[in-house]
């Protein structure tokens, strides 16, 4: 057993600590915004959105947290594809790849 | 009022998800629809979130003390990934009331395998490491995540519910290490179909953002109380709250829920 952590568990670990308290952030930011300044939640979808964020609207900033939130696992996945590749591990950062393409594909396929 | 509630349940969900080891996409879902009416495919969607905010904070941890299996929990999202595509594809082409009925079958489940459980013994919690054993049935286990990964996508929950007991009882790896190893999963295989019910519209950025926001404070507060806690009587008082769930679900799913209870 090795006594250092691998960069796989390193490197993870700060992705997943960033996306956490970034998207945490936002969502507590946008959630106190919009009890300041409520707005009706009937059926509100907005994809991508971001225009309005500069104008510290509740909506962009809460959407903004959850693409924060459902992208780490995707970058969690890249990043270990990496940390793989650097510690030689051939087999696994190809498995990594592998999760990398399927999500990938998910995101096209979910987009037509 | 009702985003303070939805925050509210939120927490709640965090906290039981985080002392039982759930992903709280089991009780979100159920308080969505019936509680405020949403739409069963939103409730997924707003789920599908929530699962993910939970998978990063318990991961974080677990991956901080080594208790997840990176490499074997890659090697099974190749699976779990692809199930909830599909799964998540399939909920597209259901109708509200299938979805419902399919969720409280899903919630009986849950509560048998609950009931099952028993205590962990010391020396299973302590002295594990990802080094210590030897994977056995590798692909039975893919095959179970797929299956699990398809019920992420299709009903937006975690799938533990199926990933743990196929390492532990089936590729034999150590239950703490299989339950570490299934929550690090969870987050990756949520957002293959969290994708798909974002851009179809089923994520309402108001109210995913209320509840995760609630799941977020209550993983924080159940993973400061899990020491201090004694879960086993937390788990009848479970039970009982998931079957009575799972009758009412079911009652919204046939046209019943006039019948008051």
């Known amino acids: 057993l090795k006594m250092t952590k691998e960069l796989v568990y390193r490197s993870i670990g700060t992705i997943l600590k960033i996306g956490f308290?970034?998207?945490f952030g936002l969502l507590l930011i946008g959630?106190?915004?919009n009890f300041i300044q409520p707005t009706s939640y009937a059926n509100i979808f907005s994809p991508l959105s971001f225009v309005s964020l500069l104008n510290f609207d509740s909506l962009p900033i809460l959407n903004l947290g959850i693409i924060v939130l459902i992208f780490t696992p995707l970058l969690r996945v890249l990043v270990a594809l990496v940390?793989?590749?650097?510690?030689?591990?051939?087999k696994y950062s190809l498995v990594a790849?592998?999760?990398f393409i399927i999500l990938i594909l998910g995101i096209l396929i979910a987009q037509r | 009022m009702e985003s303070l509630l939805m925050s509210l349940g939120g927490v709640i969900a965090g906290v039981f998800g985080s002392l039982l080891g759930l992903g709280g996409g089991i009780l979100i879902i159920p308080m969505l629809t019936l509680l405020f009416h949403l739409p069963i495919h939103q409730a997924i969607g707003t789920s599908l979130v929530c699962v993910i905010a939970t998978s990063t904070g318990a991961a974080m941890v677990y991956v901080e003390n080594k208790k997840s299996d990176i490499r074997l929990g890659m090697s099974l999202e190749l699976a779990t990934t692809l199930g909830a595509i599909v799964g998540g594809l399939i909920a597209g082409l259901i109708n509200q009331k299938t979805l419902t009925i399919l969720f409280?079958?899903?919630l009986i489940y849950t509560a048998y395998m609950m009931s099952k459980k028993k205590k962990k013994t010391v020396a299973e919690q302590n002295n594990v490491t990802t080094a210590s054993y030897q994977v056995v049935h590798l692909p039975w286990g893919m095959g179970a995540s797929f299956v699990a990964g398809n019920l992420s996508g299709l009903l937006g929950v975690g799938g533990g519910i199926i990933k743990v007991p196929a390492m532990y009882l089936l590729m034999k790896v150590p239950l703490k290490i299989a339950t570490a190893?299934?929550?690090?999963?969870?987050?990756?295989?949520?957002?293959?179909?969290?994708?798909?019910?974002?851009?179809?519209?089923?994520?309402?950025i108001l109210i995913t953002g209320f509840t995760t926001l609630g799941v977020f404070l209550g993983a924080i507060i159940g993973s400061n109380l899990?020491?201090?806690?004694?879960?086993e009587h937390l788990k009848w008082i479970f039970v009982v709250v998931l079957i009575y769930l799972s009758v009412k679900m079911l009652f919204q799913g046939i046209?019943?829920?006039?019948l008051i209870f």
């Open chain 1, 97 to 99: 790849l592998g999760v």
């Open chain 2, 181 to 204: 190893t299934s929550n690090f999963m969870i987050g990756v295989t949520a957002t293959a179909s969290a994708f798909i019910y974002y851009f179809r519209g089923d994520v309402n």
């Open chain 1, 21 to 23: 308290y970034l998207s």
């Open chain 2, 255 to 258: 046209n019943l829920h006039f």
């Open chain 1, 83 to 90: 940390s793989f590749w650097l510690e030689k591990d051939k």
């Open chain 2, 226 to 231: 899990s020491n201090r806690i004694k879960t």
């Open chain 1, 31 to 33: 959630v106190v915004l």
């Open chain 2, 104 to 106: 409280s079958a899903l």
